[in-house]
């Protein structure tokens, strides 16, 4: 019978330990969004990436275009994941480590 309860602790530490992780990973990764929106939005007013204002050719200077968000490597939609977990964390701070599910705010 202790056996049984022994193992059944190690099985739930265990647990416990990947949930920890995986709370970890997801802290991480809107950290990482966070930073993206950060420095698309700085790259953007420093002229460096294209806008949505900048309209198609724009900012072709010496023959070199702005790159574009599709140059980086992203889609749209990264760009605009990330923009929203760094709003969502402007207004509640510490969001995505308490609630990971809820760091979209709807709009």
Known sequence: MVRTTSSKL?????IAAAHR??????EIEALAK???ADEYDAAQERGEVASG?????????????KAT?????????????????RNAEAVAPGRA???PWL???PA
């Open 34 to 36: 966070r930073r993206l």
């Open 53 to 65: 204002r900048d309209g198609p050719g724009a900012g072709v200077s010496d023959g070199n275009a």
């Open 69 to 85: 968000v599709t140059d980086l490597g992203l889609t749209r939609k990264q760009v605009h994941e990330a923009r929203q977990i």
């Open 103 to 105: 760091t979209i705010i």
């Open 21 to 26: 992780a995986q709370a970890d990973a997801v």
């Open 97 to 99: 480590r308490i609630y």
């Open 10 to 14: 190690c099985d739930d530490n265990l």
